[in-house]
């Protein structure tokens, strides 16, 4: 069975910064495709940042381009999303994405930007 478990969301001021960590058990990450993606109140579910399983290649949205970046860290099996010079419109639930023997997603994680 494949969980992929965030957390790392809340309230931020505008400017501030979050991580987001997202927690994989069932699959290997280091041969995952990961994604987070986000989905604010009436909108379509887009893609923040990606990072492959071969040669660590990284892509952002335009949005998310010199604020955010994605990692992983192997040994934890775990994604993570930094989060920086944040805006109120990066508030969103915020998804984990592994594109493995499958495609499974997390619960997502709220992040409010706000004063």
């Known amino acids: 069975q494949v969980t992929l478990v965030e957390s790392g969301g809340g309230l931020v001021q505008p400017g501030g910064s979050l991580r987001l960590s997202c927690a994989a058990s069932?699959?290997?990450?280091?041969?995952?495709?990961l994604s987070w993606y986000r989905q604010a109140p009436g909108k379509q579910r887009e893609l923040v940042a990606r990072?492959?399983?071969?040669?660590?290649?990284?892509d952002y949205a335009e949005s998310a381009k010199g604020r955010f970046t994605i990692s992983r860290d192997n040994a934890k099996n775990t994604v993570f999303l930094q989060m920086n010079s944040l805006k109120p419109e990066d508030t969103a639930v915020y998804f984990c994405?592994?594109?493995?023997?499958?495609?499974?997603w997390g619960q997502g994680t709220q992040v409010t930007v706000s004063s």
């Open positions: 994405n592994a594109v493995y023997t499958g495609n499974y």
């Open positions: 069932g699959i290997i990450v280091s041969r995952s495709v």
């Open positions: 990072i492959t399983n071969g040669g660590d290649f990284t």
